[in-house]
């Protein structure tokens, strides 16, 4: 098993033996279709009904977007720290490569933020108030989640049409926002081929498309990024071209630097870590909770 991922399972069962009275933990929930696969999400949130409608975090896991790395699992850690809060959050399978190529993935967590709304009353969700979350390739489809909100080409076919997609904040650590510059930066190319087919000059209309650089407005809802300086695998450049470009449109951003971290681990990104549940709720708290 990967490290990361054994690290992210332990850290888990250390949160969730720690908060067990207190939060509920409902997994293997289908929330839509991907292609002819169903999509299954876990569900994290307050044990005890909350008086106000809660509001809610999908978070994205990482792993390339490939099969062979990442599960939902491993966002059952992080929701829980933000359940203790008063929200209630889920952590969502999405199709992966090589089988299936963008924009499936972008597709699916579109469906997860409808399925969130079209099943407010009975979740107690506050539907007006829902936020994306997520590392690595989990961080792309988090900030493409909250870029490319109106773009119908993304809605796919997975369930819940007529209820909206939009979020209305966004947590990105360590996540990739152009991918023809990420190419350029650290030569991720079986990565950008398994992703979206190639990634030669001809596909560079295919890596804009997917990037969220692209579809930043003055409409994008408010950042909370997180990027080791010293990441081999996707360059913090990605996260600071990406923060200045928000900023310049009067989007707001809290943009953390992770000293001596690679991607998403070593550095400060322990102490980072270990705070998150402070450092995330804040910044949630201060979008939703006004």
């Not at 005890?48 to 999908?58: F, I, L, Y």
Request: glycine share 10%.
């Amino acid at each position: 098993m990967n490290l990361i991922i054994r690290v992210l399972l332990l850290n888990m069962v250390f949160i969730l033996s720690s908060f067990a009275g207190e939060i509920e933990v409902i997994t293997d929930v289908v929330y839509g279709k991907g292609g002819d696969d169903e999509l299954k999400l876990d569900i994290v949130k307050p044990k005890d009904k909350q008086p106000q409608p809660m509001p809610a975090v999908v978070f994205m896991h990482g792993g390339g977007w490939s099969s062979a790395w990442g599960d939902k699992k491993s966002g059952i850690s992080y929701l829980t720290l933000l359940a203790k809060r008063g929200y209630f959050g889920v952590t969502i399978n999405y199709r992966t490569t090589p089988k299936d190529k963008f924009p499936a993935q972008i597709e699916d967590c579109k469906c997860a933020v409808r399925f969130l709304r079209a099943h407010s009353k009975e979740y107690n969700i506050d539907p007006d108030h829902i936020a994306a979350w997520g590392g690595s390739a989990g961080g792309h489809l988090a900030s493409l989640l909250a870029t490319a909100g109106e773009v119908k080409e993304f809605e796919g076919k997975g369930g819940w049409e007529g209820y909206s997609s939009k979020v209305q904040a966004a947590i990105s650590y360590s996540g990739v926002t152009d991918l023809y510059k990420w190419k350029t930066q650290n030569n991720p190319q079986n990565t950008i081929k398994r992703l979206i087919g190639g990634d030669t000059e001809e596909f560079r209309d295919a890596m804009s498309k997917a990037s969220p650089m692209t579809y930043i407005s003055k409409n994008t809802p408010p950042f909370l990024i997180a990027h080791g300086d010293k990441d081999p695998d996707v360059s913090i450049k990605q996260s600071q071209d990406f923060s200045e470009a928000l900023k310049a449109v009067g989007v707001e951003v809290e943009f953390y630097t992770i000293k001596d971290g690679e991607h998403g681990q070593g550095g400060e990104y322990d102490s980072f870590y270990a705070n998150q549940g402070q450092t995330v709720g804040d910044f949630l708290d201060k979008q939703f909770k006004k």
